[in-house]
């Protein structure tokens, strides 16, 4: 009989939210290639899962993620560095970005390196008072991986991110909040019920516009205002034909709550 709590990534759903929690306490969840397999596989089945809304994700004991395991670097079977970011850093983090529903990150505990770009590329970050983030790579001699280039300069501007980046210092999720880094820092015991509480509500609006939100904020990054006028257009034009889009008018004009089927 397998022990589930060895698993490398654990799986559980309330109602229409799947959380994920990455399960190396140990190690403060730090990426091994058996966590890498079994996360894919798991963010894969929740996109493909009609009655996953919304995907949470955290982390096991006092750690969100500590980026990649730095002492599986040593195995003389461990793919070099690069072709670990090729192979698996990178695909993971379009893997997030693409996902068919908001995929919010609960961030437990401390995370850094690979695992804070992890967060802060979910769509929301809530983070525990307790919790700190480190782009930990300048330390050991890396660049940000994960998205870490692309994510920090968008998220809180080209100092800001050099700042963090260049010295690896530990940002409080108190102060990553104030710098714009993520959506809220709640006490330690508020984390779950605050973050499942979101994600309920999210899981109960109507979904296609969250992810061509998220689609078009993204894309604007590298658009001049009348570029981005027109991608606004053709979303808005595709959404306005889907259920969910006639389902919300509908029902605000008949003053009834809305019910919002569409993924
Ligand atoms: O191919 C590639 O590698 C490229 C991809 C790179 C992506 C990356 O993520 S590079 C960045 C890798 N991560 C780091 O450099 C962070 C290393 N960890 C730390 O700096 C510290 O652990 C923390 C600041 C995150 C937390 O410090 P603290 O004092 O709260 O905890 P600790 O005592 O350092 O760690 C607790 C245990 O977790 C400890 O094990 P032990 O002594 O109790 O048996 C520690 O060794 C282990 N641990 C923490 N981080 C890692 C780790 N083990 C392996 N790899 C880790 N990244």
Redesign the pocket.
Same mark, same amino acid.
Request: glycine letters at 14%.
């Given at each position: 009989m397998s022990d589930a709590s060895a698993a490398p990534v654990l799986v559980s759903d309330a109602g229409a939210v799947r959380t994920i929690t990455l399960n190396r306490p140990?190690?403060?969840n730090?990426f091994t290639l058996p966590m890498h397999h079994a996360l894919r596989a798991v963010l894969q089945e929740a996109a493909a899962t009609a009655s996953v809304r919304c995907v949470v994700l955290t982390g096991a004991g006092r750690?969100f993620c500590?980026?990649?395991? $730095?002492?599986e670097?040593t195995d003389k079977h461990s793919p070099p560095?690069g072709d $670990?970011?090729v192979e698996y850093?990178k695909p993971l983090a379009l893997q997030v970005s693409r996902m068919p529903v908001p995929v919010i990150a609960a961030v437990n505990g401390?995370a850094?390196?690979?695992?804070a770009n992890l967060a802060l590329g979910c769509d929301m970050v809530v983070a525990a008072e307790s919790a700190a983030f480190?782009q930990?790579?300048s330390?050991?001699g $890396?660049v940000p991986?994960?998205g870490g280039t692309w994510l920090l300069p968008r998220l809180v501007g080209r100092a800001n991110a050099m700042g963090l980046a260049m010295t690896g210092q530990k940002l409080s999720a108190t102060q990553a909040k104030s710098m714009g880094l993520i959506w809220q820092c709640v006490p330690d015991a508020e984390l779950m019920p605050t973050v499942l509480a979101l994600a309920a509500q999210l899981a109960a609006m109507p979904l296609k516009a969250l992810v061509a939100t998220r689609q078009a904020m993204d894309a604007a990054q590298d658009m001049n205002l009348e570029a981005a006028l027109s991608e606004e257009g053709r979303l808005q034009a595709g959404l306005a034909l889907a259920h969910d889009c006639s389902e919300g008018m509908a029902a605000f004009l008949a003053k009834r709550a809305p019910v919002f089927t569409d993924r």
């Open positions: 140990q190690a403060l730090s750690g500590a980026g990649q395991d $730095l002492a670097l560095v $670990l970011v850093y401390v850094a390196g690979a695992g480190i930990a790579f330390k050991i $890396l991986d994960c």
